[in-house]
């Protein structure tokens, strides 16, 4: 008898042994909106992968720079109206537009900027349009080498 509970027991250890290195997915690998595995996560939230976003009239945008997702802080925007090439944003009562024709980069202050205003602050720069769409990027994924070689990321999550 004492055999068989001997060799049960062992059993039992070594399957216990087997079931605690399991993996609970905290290794696998997720990819974001922007098809980058760059991930932010805010405490009590979802995670904002995103630094490139598709707006719809409508919408609800959370965005952060990444410096200040570690303390948690986080806003938003609606979006008035979105077309190729033109979006109205609003940040609580400040409505500011982005289009092709005219400022296509926003600012951390909400000031409209054209291509040479972006260029001669770079790290100010909030988010930008996407030259024929209705895409808001952040100015890391502008396409400008200027802009991009010194903005901070920006990441967005639909609300």
């Known amino acids: 008898m004492k055999k068989n509970f001997f060799k049960w027991a062992v059993y039992f250890t070594a399957l216990a042994t087997a079931l605690t290195f399991a993996s609970c997915g905290d290794d696998d690998e997720e990819e974001g909106g922007n098809g980058d595995n760059n991930s932010v996560v805010i405490e009590g939230f979802e995670t904002f992968t995103a630094q490139s976003i598709d707006v719809k009239t409508g919408d609800v945008i959370m965005y952060s720079k990444i410096g200040n997702m570690q303390t948690n802080i986080f806003k938003e925007f609606k979006v008035v109206s979105a077309t190729a090439g033109k979006v109205v944003l609003n940040f609580d009562g400040v409505e500011v537009t982005l289009s092709d024709a005219d400022a296509s ?3 951390s202050g909400l000031e ?12 100010q720069v909030l988010m930008c349009l996407k030259s024929g769409t209705s895409t ?3 100015g890391t994924k502008g396409g400008n080498e200027i802009v991009s070689a010194s903005a ?4 967005f999550k639909k609300k």
């Not at 409209?112 to 790290?123: G, T």
């Open 136 to 138: 808001i990027i952040d």
């Open 105 to 107: 980069y926003l600012s």
């Open 152 to 155: 901070t990321p920006t990441y």
């Open 112 to 123: 409209e900027w054209h291509k040479a205003d972006a260029e001669a602050n770079p790290a």
